[in-house]
């Protein structure tokens, strides 16, 4: 079995500081990480993923998330925020091909102050 | 815009009614996974379907059900309505690489009353 714990639900931050949203899953077997970002009325949203290879993902909004086998923790970070970042973000894990459904955590809504 | 569109985007329906969910997945995509996100939760699987066949199915009663057709859109069907089912139902499309380039529609908004 498979699970994700998403430490914070509400994180407040100041436009430009930096953020760290927490992510520990648990699983059996080799997994694949991801994190997604849901605005308000909307779907999910790829935001990185890992598969293999580098632990450090990057998106092409500037987040970054390391994966740490040993700690089994997949944290969302950004050096310096924005307005528009202010979003519902959910970590998920996968056991892949075979085992290829989505288990969330329960989300961290990030809130933007300017 | 990931190409995978559902239908409609909101309803309201009646306890003890039933209702079909729609989804039409990325062109090249022959998996659909189905969600239920319920308000201040993350989604929860409901199941999968890999070429019209179901391919694995989370902690749901029978009452949900689905499709999947050889164009490879789906349907989610609910019968028996409950006060619970009301929730953001989200669909995904994947293709060979599975949950790596797995793309979701904007969701279903239903509202049982």
């Known amino acids: 079995a498979q699970s994700v714990t998403q430490l914070d639900s509400q994180v407040p931050v100041f436009e430009e500081a930096p953020v760290e949203l927490r992510c520990n899953y648990s699983?059996?077997?080799?997994?694949?990480l991801f994190w997604y970002v849901q605005y308000p009325n909307q779907g999910l949203q790829l935001l990185l993923k890992y598969l293999s290879g580098s632990t450090l993902v990057e998106s092409i909004n500037g987040f970054e998330a390391e994966f740490n086998k040993s700690q089994t923790s997949f944290h969302l970070r950004k050096p310096s925020v924005h307005i528009s970042d202010t979003a519902e973000y959910f970590c998920a894990v996968s056991g892949g091909f075979g085992n290829e459904k989505l288990t969330f955590g329960t989300g961290t809504r990030l809130t933007i102050i300017p | 815009e990931t190409g995978v569109t559902q239908s409609p985007t909101h309803l309201i329906k009646t306890r003890g009614q039933q209702v079909t969910l729609r989804c039409s997945s990325q062109?090249?995509?022959?998996?659909v996974s189905w969600y239920q996100q319920a308000l201040g939760q993350g989604p929860q699987f409901i199941f999968q379907y890999y070429r019209e066949e179901e391919n694995g199915r989370g902690n749901f009663p029978p009452r949900f059900s689905g499709l999947q057709f050889p164009n490879y859109s789906s349907e989610l069907n609910v019968n028996a309505l409950e006060l619970d089912d009301s929730a953001l139902y989200l669909c995904?499309?994947?293709?060979?690489?599975?949950?790596?380039?797995?793309?979701f529609g904007q969701g279903t908004r239903l509202t049982v009353v």
């Open positions: 995904a499309s994947s293709g060979n690489r599975g949950p790596a380039e797995a793309f």
């Open positions: 699983s059996s077997v080799s997994v694949y």
């Open positions: 062109s090249g995509h022959n998996t």
